[in-house]
């Protein structure tokens, strides 16, 4: 299989989705001829022309309002976000109609409309360009919400959003753009709602999401030398959550770790705590649960600072090490 | 259009002429449904038999037919709280909508939504809103899909004074004017965001005078005269179908019931309230179609009677309808999707 960039992986799905589909179409800020802020449109606006790759005044609130109005009109919008700290402009359009309308006109409609969003931190953007506010989404009944880790999925998982009919929000990880792997070139869709083992072990099941699967992957090959056999999931989906993925991991390895990049209090990872606390899995623990998450600060400029913020290959290894040495 | 025959000589106005008799009648008839279901509305809140809130739009009427008479089934509205007005301007029947605001599964959303959220995708009404400014971008995104869709309809968005002040308000009119989308925006000026008066709000004295900063025609109309708003109407749907763009309409208008059921009225006088029932736009407009000879008195008397008979049927209709049994409510979030488990 030949290997493609996140970046590039996202472009040709965006492509064939356009080629399939007269409907869909594309908006955003600076994603026409600039090719958007992290290349991910690139030529786009060549290829499908200005009235599909459309520029959008710096409207964040109007633009997502555009997008919900556009799909209940019968077209399929792709919005990107710049940086999804601006999706704090939209949250409006996003939580008040895009996820409510199908549920509160009784199911009489739905609103196809697909959010991608650059998210995360480790770019020296400082605060307000570096957030991972995807947990704040997925609270949100009405919204399915994904963060693809890999090429494939960062593909697959648009194709899915873009079929899907109802409003899926995509944080793509900034630092994964570059990142390359085999991806398909058929137009291969990744389910939403179900996660991926990336890595089999019997010591410890490691929830992580985005960025943090590569870390935590990373953690776990240090760990493999002193003889700690990490299992880590690949959660892909935050809204609907792949329950069963996690609890039968967690029966197998009696320990469970969430890293997550988002802060630390109230995050993906506090609700697949309570979930596995609430679960058959729970008489099964033989260790409290772990959360690693980001600290309880906004992401600081200075680059050493900046990584100790959230979560490093090297901090997730002592975490996981003391879990399963038993040593808190 | 077929021709006004009888009174109408060469002095009246465009819409008497453009206009037939049948939709002439038909538009009285829908703004005498409008004041009918509000107060049918507010009776059921006085004698304890409704449960939401609700935002009444008695006095406005004018603007909510006169914005929405020439509207197909395929052009689209967006509106708001107060939205009983619009929704049966653009074709909703009065029996669902009462079903609706007494949480009944025969209501337009199932009683999921209530007053604040009737919407009928069956008539092109994209939903009233519970958010100030919420239907502004929507309506611009549903006319940004009809030019995409290359067809030959228009997105007709309500909105009042209060959300003139939203950034929603500013970034619609925005790009509604760069891509010159086919949108009317009509701005139903009822004096009043809840308790603030549009002269302590607002920094114009006419909203319609901020269409100049998206450059696009912003007029301001008599709202409670239904000919002065659907002949502004007209001309802005010509417009937008021209291919020329959007089109901002004020029309001053009037609330004479309060904000919603907690409204004291102490923000406003007695007078100012008396002086708008006044300028009442249902009989002033059944005054003209009696001076043009449109309507007999005979005729304007049955649309009176008849009304009353439907909206009285109405409320029988949602009193009998059925409370809502499906308490799992959580599989209604998402659209089912095709081959997945029931």
Redesign the interface.
């Known amino acids: 299989m030949r290997e493609l960039s996140y970046a590039q992986a996202i472009q040709e799905g965006l492509a064939q989705a356009m080629e399939a589909d007269p409907r869909v179409?594309i908006m955003g800020e600076d994603i026409g001829v600039y090719g958007g802020a992290f290349g991910v449109t690139g030529d786009l606006v060549e290829r499908f022309g200005a009235?599909r790759v459309i520029d959008?005044?710096i409207?964040e609130?109007?633009?997502?309002?555009?997008?919900?109005?556009?799909?209940?009109?019968?077209?399929r919008?792709i919005l990107e976000f710049q940086f999804s700290d601006f999706m704090t402009l939209a949250m409006?359009?996003i939580v008040?109609?895009a996820a409510k309308?199908?549920?509160?006109?009784?199911?009489?409609?739905?609103v196809p409309v697909v959010f991608r969003a650059p998210s995360g931190s480790g770019t020296g953007a400082a605060g307000q360009h570096s957030q991972s506010l995807e947990a704040w989404f997925a609270h949100v009944?009405?919204l399915?919400v994904v963060q693809p880790s890999t090429p494939a999925d960062a593909k697959g998982l648009l194709l899915s959003a873009i079929d899907?009919?109802?409003p899926v929000i995509i944080f793509e990880h900034k630092l994964l753009y570059k990142m390359k792997g085999d991806v398909p070139e058929t137009p291969d869709r990744t389910p939403i709602g179900k996660a991926a083992v990336r890595r089999l072990g019997k010591d410890v099941t490691v929830v992580a999401t985005a960025i943090m699967v590569h870390r935590s992957l990373e953690a776990a090959e240090l760990l493999a030398a002193e003889g700690i056999d990490c299992e880590v999931i690949d959660l892909r989906t935050l809204r609907p959550l792949d329950t069963a993925t996690i609890i039968e991991s967690v029966k197998k390895t009696t320990r469970l770790a969430c890293v997550y990049e988002g802060v630390k209090t109230l995050g993906i990872g506090t609700e697949i705590s309570a979930m596995i606390a609430e679960s058959e899995a729970f008489d099964y623990l033989d260790a409290p649960i772990l959360r690693l998450g980001g600290m309880e600060t906004p992401i600081p400029y200075n680059p050493q600072l900046e990584k100790s913020a959230v979560p490093q290959a090297d901090t997730i290894a002592e975490g996981l090490r003391k879990l399963v040495r038993g040593s808190f | 259009m077929a021709k006004v025959t009888g009174g109408a000589g060469k002095n009246v106005r465009p819409f008497y002429g453009k206009y037939s008799k049948d939709a002439l009648r038909e538009a009285l008839r829908r703004m005498q449904i409008i004041r009918k279901f509000e107060e049918g509305a507010e009776d059921l809140y006085v004698r304890g038999l409704s449960y939401g809130t609700m935002h009444l739009s008695v006095g406005q009427e004018a603007s909510a037919v006169g914005a929405t008479m020439m509207l197909r089934n395929s052009d689209y509205i967006t509106s708001t709280h107060r939205g009983h007005g619009h929704c049966i301007g653009k074709g909703a029947e009065a029996k669902y909508m009462f079903a609706e605001f007494l949480g009944k599964e025969e209501g337009y959303c199932r009683g999921r939504g209530g007053s604040m959220h009737i919407a009928d995708m069956a008539t092109g009404n994209l939903g009233a809103n519970g958010i100030v400014g919420g239907g502004l971008p929507i309506a611009t995104g549903a006319a940004m899909a009809i030019k995409q869709q290359k067809r030959d309809d228009v997105a007709v968005c309500f909105f009042g004074d209060g959300a003139n002040n939203e950034g929603a308000f500013h970034e619609s009119l925005n790009m509604a004017a760069v891509w010159k989308l086919p949108v009317i925006f009509v701005c139903e000026n009822n004096q009043y965001g809840m308790s603030v008066s549009a002269e302590r709000s607002t920094a114009v004295k006419d909203i319609a005078t901020r269409a100049a900063a998206y450059n696009m025609p912003g007029v301001v109309v008599d709202g409670n005269s239904i000919a002065d708003v659907a002949e502004a109407m007209d001309e802005a749907i010509a417009r937008a179908k021209r291919g020329e763009g959007p089109s901002l309409v004020e029309c001053k208008t009037y609330r004479t019931k309060g904000h919603s059921r907690s409204d004291r009225n102490r923000y406003r006088t007695k007078e100012e309230i008396e002086e708008w029932k006044l300028r009442d736009p249902i009989p002033a407009f059944a005054s003209e179609l009696l001076t043009h000879g449109i309507l007999s008195e005979a005729e304007v008397a049955e649309v009176d009677v008849e009304t009353t008979r439907e909206i009285a049927d109405a409320i029988v209709f949602a009193q009998n309808g059925t409370d809502p049994t499906h308490i799992d409510i959580a599989s209604e979030v998402h659209t089912p999707l095709a081959g997945a488990a029931a």
């Open positions: 179409f009235d959008t005044p409207s609130l109007g633009g997502a309002g555009v997008a919900v109005g556009a799909a209940l009109a019968g077209s919008p409006e359009q008040n109609q309308i199908r549920f509160m006109f009784g199911g009489k409609t739905s009944p009405g399915k899907d009919p109802d």
